[in-house]
């Protein structure tokens, strides 16, 4: 599914915040996530894999991504 996935169909939702200034993401079939550029949505999207998407968000509630203070 990942090389040919369709997103006519997706429901966008924006995680910006109230200013909807940010990542949208779209869930998709078969456990498949789809982000995007809310700032720019024709930018290209980057599709993730269950696994993939079970990963990135463990590392982030681990911190894995946070920037150094």
Do not use: C, H
């Amino acid at each position: 599914m990942k090389g040919n996935v369709d997103l006519a169909g997706a429901n966008w939702r924006a995680t910006g915040g109230p200013t909807g200034n940010g990542v949208e993401v779209a869930l998709l079939a078969d456990g498949y996530v789809a982000l995007r550029n809310g700032n720019d949505p024709d930018s290209g999207v980057l599709i993730f894999t269950p696994a993939e998407w079970t990963a990135f968000t463990a590392g982030v509630q681990d911190g894995e991504f946070d920037r150094p203070q």
